[in-house]
């Protein structure tokens, strides 16, 4: 199946489709735009990045990046565990 351009070239469909972020569940996660911004530093970890926090609620731990964000929404928990992002700055 083709497709006019903005030009008016026919093009096929799947030229037309964009790469898609990765998705996890069907969706689109905060986390997941984060690091295609701002990519993996191999090697190091979230948790022992500057920004990294630990928060409680309710007898819960949550665990959140200050650069991401630290609503208390589900949505913007990371791990501590995660390789870490290029904004990685060692704790002090
Ligand atoms: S490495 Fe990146 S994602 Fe992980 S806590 Fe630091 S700034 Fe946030």
Known sequence: M?????????????????????????????????????????GFYCKNCKFFEIKMRKGQVYHKC???STSSCRETDIRKNDIACNLYESKK
Request: glycine share 10%; hydrophobic share 25%.
């Open 2 to 42: 083709k497709q006019l351009d903005i030009y008016g070239n026919e093009i096929s469909l799947e030229e037309t489709e964009s790469k898609p972020l990765d998705h996890q569940g069907g969706r689109t996660t905060l986390k997941t735009w984060f690091r295609n911004c701002h990519g993996f530093r191999q």
């Open 66 to 68: 200050v650069k991401m």
